[in-house]
Nanobody, 124 residues
Framework: QIQLEESGGGLVHTGDSLRLTCRAS????????TAWFRQAPGKEREFVAA????????DYADSVKGRFTMSRGDANNAVYLQMDSLKPEDTAVYYC?????????????????WGQGAQVTVSS
């Protein structure tokens, strides 16, 4: 059973940057897709970004396009979410998720494996 662990969350001000890291261990898929989702208080979990194991151009939610950048580490056991120009509406718990296969999905139910989440708080 794959294990995912997020790190890098914190409290920042509007316009600041943060980088989240998701590290995977005990991965059993040879082909896989990794995604970031987030959940704000009182709201449903929403898709943020996703990338397949080959890397390449990630998919992004419209709300973060141009501000967030997702990438893979060279060893492929880590993915990163660079978040720039942060806004108070980006405040949420950010989750790393993974599924087998190369198809990127924006639906959280398509991902069977999840990390514990990292809190990101952006103050105005």
């Amino acid at each position: 059973q794959i294990q995912l662990e997020e790190s890098g969350g914190g409290l920042v001000h509007t316009g600041d940057s943060l980088r989240l890291t998701c590290r995977a261990s005990k991965r059993t898929f040879s082909l896989y897709t990794t995604a970031w989702f987030r959940q704000a208080p009182g709201k449903e979990r929403e898709f943020v970004a996703a990338i397949n194991w080959r890397g390449g151009t990630p998919d992004y939610a419209d709300s973060v396009k141009g501000r967030f950048t997702m990438s893979r580490g060279d060893a492929n056991n880590a993915v990163y979410l660079q978040m720039d120009s942060l806004k108070p509406e980006d405040t949420a718990v950010y989750y790393c998720a993974e599924r087998g296969g190369l198809a990127v999905s924006t639906v959280d139910k398509d991902y069977p494996s999840w990390g514990q989440g990292a809190q990101v708080t952006v103050s105005s």
